[in-house]
């Protein structure tokens, strides 16, 4: 229910220009666009745009593409509010594809997720980022401790892709982040603005960042095994629109891998 009531919170509609719009006669004739959910950090990146927009242009099919958290996503998936998906949490989307409620689950593009933080330049350069995500929260988490009230952990705290793997990074760090020093974001506005704009620490998404982040942060840890990404496509069991099958096929094939490789902060899938 949760789930639910975050994708009708936080939807955000993005459709494909018109000029994308199928043609008479063409595989989506008369079927109306291609509802494509979306992991929100897969559209502040431009990904979901950058992909949808090749494939319409070749394809000639309108799509629109509806933003939302990864987990509330996968819910409208699963009761066939969108025709198809674009999600970067698969644990949840195995567990769909284990049940029969998602088809032609295919890996498109990999990335990570980054932990960025208020870290000192020294001499106008940011320092190394390390390698261990749980490292980094027990420090924090000693600096709490200690006493410390000079930082912020910001989390999504929304279902999001970068919201799941930080709640895997917390439990195997075996920590129980707790205010003052640990804090939600906002809901409806950018989540790497908010970590900008309060100069916090965070777990967030690398395509995301490339696209938003900066000063005043700096990314703190990065090529952790424990924050990679995989980026799936799949499409709904309870609906079948026509161009269904058509968008997983061109997304997942190579002209779909090499625009999401073109993408920054993304790899194509191997």
């Known amino acids: 229910m949760l789930r639910r009531r975050l994708f009708f919170a936080a939807t955000a509609v993005l459709a494909v220009p018109p000029a994308l719009a199928a043609p008479s006669g063409g595989p989506a004739a008369g079927a109306g666009p291609l509802r494509v959910g979306v992991d929100r ?14 494939f319409g242009g070749d394809t000639g099919i309108a799509v629109k593409l509806v933003s939302a958290p990864a987990l509330a996503v996968l819910d409208a998936l699963q009761n066939g509010e969108v025709d198809a998906a674009l999600s970067n949490a698969p644990d949840a989307e195995v567990e769909l594809d284990r049940q029969g409620l998602v088809h032609d689950r295919r890996a498109i593009a990999s990335g990570e997720f980054i932990l960025v933080g208020p ?27 200690a006493g410390a009230a000079d930082f912020t952990f910001l989390s999504a705290a929304d279902g999001s892709g970068s919201h799941v793997v ?27 603005g908010q970590v900008r704009g309060r100069a916090a620490y ?3 998404e690398r395509g995301a960042w490339a696209a938003l982040g900066g000063d005043p942060l ?23 629109h026509p161009a269904g099958k058509i968008f997983v096929a061109w997304i997942a094939g ?8 073109s993408h920054r902060g993304y790899r194509a899938a191997t």
């Open 119 to 145: 870290v000192a330049r020294v001499r106008g350069r940011a320092p190394a980022a390390a390698r261990s995500g749980v490292a980094l929260l027990t420090s924090l988490r000693e600096r709490a401790q």
């Open 41 to 54: 950090e897969l559209a502040e990146s431009g990904l979901a745009a950058s992909l949808t927009r090749a």
């Open 202 to 204: 965070a777990l967030v």
């Open 218 to 240: 700096s990314v703190v840890v990065e090529g952790d095994s424990a924050m990679a990404e995989s980026v799936h496509a799949m499409r709904s069991f309870r609906v079948s």
């Open 254 to 261: 190579t002209r779909g891998r090499r625009v999401a490789a």
């Open 166 to 192: 930080e709640q895997a990074l917390w439990r195997a760090a075996r920590i129980e982040p707790v205010a003052p020093w640990y804090a939600a974001a906002a809901p409806g506005s950018s989540f790497v």
